[in-house]
């Protein structure tokens, strides 16, 4: 039976866009371009499931809906830049299905230009038909959230950028069955600069938190108490909190588009939040010199190892560093995370803690490196032989803060 939308690509940004428009009426197949692994959870996926959802592989399914929103991954690639091979893969399956009227979107992480230079030529060589005329194409940035409680498809705006006018009230008219609001931008290019920007302001307000962090430990300061105070500050001012590092499915862009213009204040905060692990490492072993302890044959126990609290997506979760590096030093390591029954480090597993008030009474030093509601913090502060808390998120004076 035909459906009204294809979700191409059923990874973090796919699943959720499909859970979104089947729970607003729309029938929806998703169609899957690699390995993808998205964040909703088993009851999520059988509530879609039941609401009509198709997931399927049949690629000659793509030409018979209205709507095809292109969701593939775009991870960094080995140069640095924004790999769209998923993408091209997804373009060439639509392209060879694609009808006249139907509108294809992009919502894909990719730099300025990709939707005009890049997907466009590939849809239109495929398919011999011409975008802006015979079909619509459109840009639109992903602003999922995975584990946000108060916002969601519903209430989050979202920005449309067509390559023509009745490209983007095409666009705009399918997202307005899933949002309370659209923002139509001049174009696909102003759309897709503002995933850069937003994603890039994501990053720099984070580094300068963490450089703010280091500062106000060597200074003496209670950083956190800073922050709460801050934060009073009714105009011009985003509380935003340190951590062991950045994860995530988000690329930070410090090239914008194909002019090769580096974005220099974007290059400095990808430094200093890549350094963030090695930060951790050094004053986990300063706080075990500190007591007595080398961080050579040290237990070393480390609390939630996924990148966002109650999730269990691992994506460029800073854990994985600080675990390397922890053996490295030769401290003996193990996990526990409610999340993640099994971790592996360069296929190393780690040993995974079944009871987490022993784990932390028998481990050297224990480092919170996520803060899942599960945690009982005042609890742990208690058991723990020493307690490294890198959320700020245990009572004041229970533990050893970042």
């Known amino acids: 039976m035909p459906a009204d939308l294809a979700v191409i690509g059923l990874g973090h940004l796919g699943l959720p866009l499909a859970q979104a428009a089947v729970a607003a009426g729309v029938s929806t197949i998703g169609y899957r371009t690699g390995p993808e692994a998205g964040s909703l959870t088993a009851a999520e996926l059988r509530r879609m499931l039941s609401g009509g959802f198709r997931p399927t592989t049949n690629a000659a399914e793509l030409g018979r809906v209205r709507t095809a929103v292109i969701c593939a991954p775009a991870p960094r690639g080995a140069g640095g830049g924004v790999d769209l091979g998923q993408v091209e893969t997804a373009a060439h399956a639509l392209a060879e299905r694609l009808r006249p009227h139907t509108t294809v979107i992009l919502e894909s992480p ?15 060589k495929g398919s011999g ?18 584990g946000n409680r108060d916002f969601g498809s519903a209430n989050t705006p979202k920005v449309i950028g067509g390559l023509t ?20 931008a001049r174009g ?25 962090a280091v500062l106000c430990h060597d200074l003496g300061v209670d950083l956190w108490d800073v922050i709460r105070c801050a934060e009073t500050k009714p105009f011009g001012f985003q509380a935003f909190r340190p951590g ?13 588009g194909p002019t090769g213009r580096t974005l220099r204040m974007v290059e400095l905060a990808q430094q200093v939040n890549n350094r963030m692990p090695q930060y951790v490492i050094q004053r986990a072993a300063t706080l075990l010199n500190e007591h007595g302890k080398s961080a050579r044959g040290a237990r070393v126990l480390l609390l939630g ?3 966002k609290p109650d999730l269990a997506d691992l994506q460029a979760s800073p854990a994985r560093e600080i675990a390397l590096r922890l053996m490295e030093l030769g401290a003996s390591v193990s996990y526990h995370d409610p999340h993640v029954p099994a971790w592996s480090v ?13 784990a932390a009474a028998d481990a050297d030093l224990t480092i919170l490196l996520q803060q899942h509601r599960t945690y009982d913090l005042q609890g742990l502060s208690v058991k723990a032989q020493l307690l490294l808390d890198t959320r700020g998120a245990t009572p004041t004076g229970a533990a050893h803060r970042l």
Not at 188 to 206: D, G, K, M, S
Not at 346 to 358: G, H, T
Request: charged share 25%; net charge negative; with cysteine.
């Open 110 to 124: 990719v730099p300025p230009g990709t939707t005009e230079q890049f997907l466009r030529p590939l849809l239109e």
């Open 188 to 212: 696909p290019r102003e759309a897709e600069t503002v995933q850069v920007l937003e994603t890039n302001y994501r990053q720099v307000n984070i580094a300068l938190v963490n450089e703010m």
């Open 346 to 358: 360069l296929d190393r597993p780690i040993p995974r803690a079944d009871s987490l008030y022993e």
């Open 129 to 146: 038909l011409r975008a802006g005329r015979d079909f619509h194409l459109a840009y639109s940035p992903s602003r999922v959230d995975p």
């Open 244 to 256: 062991p590092g950045v994860g995530g499915h988000a690329v930070p862009q410090d090239l914008a």
């Open 165 to 184: 006018p009745a490209c983007t009230e095409s666009a705009a008219a399918f997202y307005g069955r899933l949002t309370d609001k659209v923002v139509r």
């Open 305 to 307: 190892v996924t990148y």
